[in-house]
Every structure is written in structure tokens, then in C-alpha cells.
């Protein structure tokens, strides 16, 4: 078993910690290719990290719900409602 291993072995406790400096070093030699969390770092500069990707996903699902049902009602589109939902929905302050 070479050094590294035996270290890691050695420090199982540790395993998240050793994990994030192997990972930030990485980044350091190669901010493009540099693996993350089954990303790379170009992709989470670029488009953001999975749980961003998979919050803004879930937020354009409930947008588009939101807007068929305007649309079933029948109701005219009121901009004021709608800006009120989408910050409600992003917790941002009007």
C-alpha cells in the first residue's frame, strides 16, 4: 500500500475533510477539468451546482403550473399576481 493510502486509511474519520482539500487542489492545477461532485468545476462555474440546477428545474415546473391554470381559468394574465408568485417563490422582496 503506497503512502497515500495508508494515510487515508489511517484517517477514515476524516474522509470528508481529506476529500474537500483533494478536491480544492485540484481545482487549484485544473479549474476546467478539475472533478467536483460528479461535475466539473468549468460546469458548476458556468451553470451552478446540481442542487441550484435542480431548484431552478423545480421552480420553472412550478411556473409553468402556475400559468396553465391562469390559462384554464380563463382569466385574464395579471402581471401584478405573477410578480408577486415569482417572489414569493424566489423569497425575494418586492
Known amino acids: 500500500m503506497d503512502h497515500v493510502k495508508q494515510f ?6 476524516q474522509l470528508g475533510y481529506i476529500m ?4 480544492d487542489q485540484w481545482k487549484e492545477i485544473d479549474p476546467i477539468g478539475a472533478l467536483t461532485v460528479g461535475t466539473t ?3 458548476e462555474d458556468k451553470h451552478g451546482n446540481y442542487h441550484k440546477i435542480l431548484d431552478e428545474l ?16 380563463g382569466e385574464p394574465l395579471n402581471e401584478e399576481q405573477t410578480f408577486a ?7 425575494i422582496e418586492k
Open 58 to 73: 423545480e421552480l420553472r415546473k412550478k411556473y409553468e403550473s402556475y400559468l396553465k391554470n391562469i390559462i384554464r381559468s
Open 8 to 13: 487515508v486509511a489511517n484517517n477514515t474519520h
Open 85 to 91: 408568485w415569482f417572489c414569493k417563490e424566489w423569497s
Open 20 to 23: 474537500q482539500i483533494a478536491s
Open 41 to 43: 468545476a468549468y460546469f
